[in-house]
């Protein structure tokens, strides 16, 4: 076996140390120059283009809503749920923000159980028309939170004599009122699908029907087309 010198030995292993530095140096040089450079394509990415769909215009669509119906006093909750059209203008703050302003028209039912005379209350709503105003805030690319408060006219048909099924019955007007929260989804370039939770408000009165008053929980969901 060849007997190489001390220094010799000493100066190859110095050399190997010397070389695997400089390739650790190198490779954290090249991550350092690659995050710059994402870093300044980020920063060149005009505004908004991450939120392309955040701008202003009109859109028209439709709504189903479906929740438990309680009346205020001695009473059991029933059911109640609603559907109807919405048309409404979208005005884009910046690309983060915006404000909503619509009309929804539609239909629904409701029912609930008067204690105090231990009937049963069938209550078709023929129509109701809900000014609604909301503010919108981002939740992610492209999907939108919006709080939504509305109020309008309703009318209904009640049973005179207060028994489901009566013959007899009275057309009653009132108020419609709503609080509620909508996630907005992107489903293509100008639809766009919407999920959420609010509470829906009626008061009625009539000549033979009691006033009463009906809050409705429930769940809501709907799809519009941006125009």
């Known amino acids: 076996m060849p007997n190489f010198p001390k220094r010799a030995?000493?100066?190859?292993?110095?050399?190997?140390?010397?070389?695997a530095m400089l390739k650790q140096v190198l490779i954290l040089a090249t991550i350092l120059a690659a995050t710059r450079t994402l870093q300044g394509q980020e920063a060149k990415q005009p505004q908004g283009q991450a939120y392309p769909s955040n701008k202003s215009?009109?859109?028209?669509?439709?709504?189903?809503?479906?929740?438990?119906?309680?009346?205020?006093?001695?009473?059991?909750?029933?059911?109640?749920?609603?559907?109807?059209?919405?048309g409404g203008y979208i005005s884009a703050r910046n690309e983060w923000n915006r404000i909503e302003a619509s009309f929804e028209a539609g239909t629904g039912f409701a029912n609930f159980k008067d204690k105090r005379k231990n009937t049963q209350i069938r209550l078709p709503i023929n129509f109701y028309g809900l000014a609604k105003f909301g503010y919108a805030y981002s939740i992610g690319e492209k999907s939108f939170g919006v709080f939504r408060i509305g109020a309008g006219p309703a009318t209904a048909t009640?049973?005179?004599?207060?028994?489901?099924?009566?013959?007899?019955?009275?057309?009653?007007?009132?108020?419609?009122g709503m609080l509620g929260w909508d996630a907005v989804f992107p489903a293509g370039d100008a639809l766009e699908l919407t999920?959420?939770?609010?509470?829906?408000f009626l008061s009625f009165s009539g000549d033979k029907a009691d006033s009463f008053q009906l809050n409705i929980p429930a769940l809501s969901m709907g799809a519009r087309l941006r125009l």
């Open 57 to 86: 215009g009109t859109f028209v669509g439709g709504t189903l809503t479906f929740g438990q119906s309680r009346a205020v006093g001695e009473s059991s909750p029933g059911v109640g749920w609603f559907s109807g059209l919405e």
């Open 9 to 19: 030995i000493f100066s190859t292993k110095k050399l190997r140390k010397e070389k």
């Open 158 to 176: 009640y049973p005179s004599q207060g028994i489901a099924g009566s013959n007899s019955s009275e057309s009653i007007t009132g108020f419609k």
């Open 195 to 200: 999920a959420g939770l609010n509470v829906r």
